[in-house]
């Protein structure tokens, strides 16, 4: 399917490029985007995957991980019967899930790109998407995002009376997204399109084997004084947590988004600190573990890399020839019917190509219509209940080289459209009423 949606968006780009003779613009817009994707985009990201895969290294070494996963190991063995439920994958998964569900979008990828890498190390095709990774894959497509930080600021920095109004709204519209995202994902699995292909006997006993999650000694009780320490530890988080709540609740916030939107100001300090105190507690060798870790980071970028290349030339292409603007005219008409204002449609569309395209496009919708406008409103909410799905696939099938995703592609933009007609119906209830 990625096949088909990259050629198309090239050669649609390409000719139309040369019938509205924006060649030139197409020409710069290939030039930018195969730059932008190893300048901005690689290589800040390997430098980030050093020092998460380095903090996860520790993390798996002293045994958080496994007690991690252990507390939602239920939900997660129902999504993922095919992983052992003790794999590291797991582990990583959960934290993925949590960063994505705070906004904290610099440690969620590097977590998710290490939790793919577990799951392939499963996988008895390669190349191919597993179960597990299209599972994977349509709940980071469609998590659900507690607050949508990058809207509410755009929102509170041009001025609005109520910039945290569309929290609600986007919560709503997310959690659509992510019911549509997994029971897509689980019904398209079973078509015979996507079905996997039947594996030689020796390919089959290959997998058993290495689907045997690899043993782990039994955690060992801490003494007093360690256990001291590091609820000293945890105690000053906390106490920083309430005192930027409370903070935020004099800031006309209600308690719950002020604590929420304080978890996440912390989260990532804390994590930081945390993992490499309970792995020296551990007796583990924080800095050599931390080190090894951090190595398979660069690696990681450079795998990536010419998935990048290939997704955001063939989005650069299209948008630079004017594909988008034609299609906002092609489907005008059909907008009055279900109250789409015709300035969010770009948004729409370019949402799941690129993030920082449709950032940009919030903005201006915002900066045209007003803060507390309804198209902001919409906008802002579609914003945060959907993804950019085409960077994702790219981004973490690219990570374990696999050419052919499945259904993954159909599950994400499923759960996309499903979190833009949420947006649609919650913000005509609540903006509009």
């Not at 308690?255 to 993992?275: C, D, M, N």
Request: aromatic fraction near 6%; charge should be neutral; charged fraction near 10%.
């Amino acid at each position: 399917m990625l096949n088909y949606l990259w050629l198309g968006l090239i050669l649609c780009g390409v000719v139309l490029g040369v019938l509205t003779g924006k060649t030139e613009a197409v020409t710069a817009a290939t030039f930018d985007a195969a730059k932008a994707s190893l300048m901005t985009i690689a290589l800040p990201l390997g430098a980030v995957m050093a020092l998460w895969l380095g903090i996860m290294r520790l993390a798996e070494t002293s045994g958080a991980v496994e007690r991690l996963s252990s507390f939602l190991k239920p939900l997660l063995t129902r999504l993922f019967p095919d992983v052992p439920a003790d794999h590291p994958a797991m582990g990583a998964m959960v934290m993925n899930i949590a960063a994505n569900m705070l906004g904290l979008g610099n440690a969620a990828t590097p977590l998710g790109l290490r939790a793919m890498q577990g799951l392939e190390s499963l996988n008895p095709r390669p190349g191919t998407a597993t179960n597990a990774m299209c599972t994977f894959l349509a709940i980071n497509t469609s998590s659900v995002q507690l607050i949508p930080a990058t809207a509410v600021g755009i929102l509170a920095a041009a001025g609005s009376i109520h910039p945290t109004a569309i929290i609600g709204t986007a919560l709503v519209a997310t959690t659509c997204s992510f019911v549509t995202g997994i029971v897509s994902v689980k019904l398209l699995q079973r078509l015979p399109m996507f079905a996997l292909s039947p594996m030689p006997p020796v390919m089959a006993s290959v997998a058993s084997e290495a689907s045997l999650p690899s043993p782990v000694e039994p955690l060992t009780e801490f003494p007093l004084w360690k256990k001291i320490l590091l609820g000293g530890y945890v105690a000053l988080f906390v106490i920083t947590i309430g005192r930027l709540a409370l903070s935020g609740v004099e800031g006309q916030h209600s308690l719950t988004i002020a604590i929420i939107q304080s978890i996440s100001l912390v989260a990532i300090p804390f994590l930081i600190g945390f993992f490499p105190l309970y792995a020296a507690l551990r007796g583990v060798a924080v800095y050599e573990e931390f080190i090894e870790g951090a190595k398979e980071g660069i690696q990681v970028a450079l795998r990536i890399f010419p998935y990048l290349v290939a997704i955001l030339v063939a989005v650069g292409i299209f948008r630079a020839a004017g594909g988008i603007d034609i299609l906002t005219r092609l489907l005008s008409p059909v907008l009055d019917l279900i109250g789409l204002p015709p300035q969010v449609l770009p948004l729409v569309l370019v949402r799941p190509m690129s993030g920082s395209a449709a950032t940009g496009l919030f903005a201006e919708i915002v900066k045209a219509c007003g803060p507390d406008s309804y198209a902001a409103h919409l906008s802002g909410t579609i914003l945060g209940g959907t993804e950019t799905t085409l960077y994702v696939l790219a981004i973490y099938f690219g990570s374990v080289a696999i050419r052919k995703g499945r259904h993954a592609l159909a599950a994400g933009l499923l759960a996309d459209a499903a979190g833009v007609a949420a947006s649609l119906v919650i913000c005509r209830l609540v903006f509009k009423s």
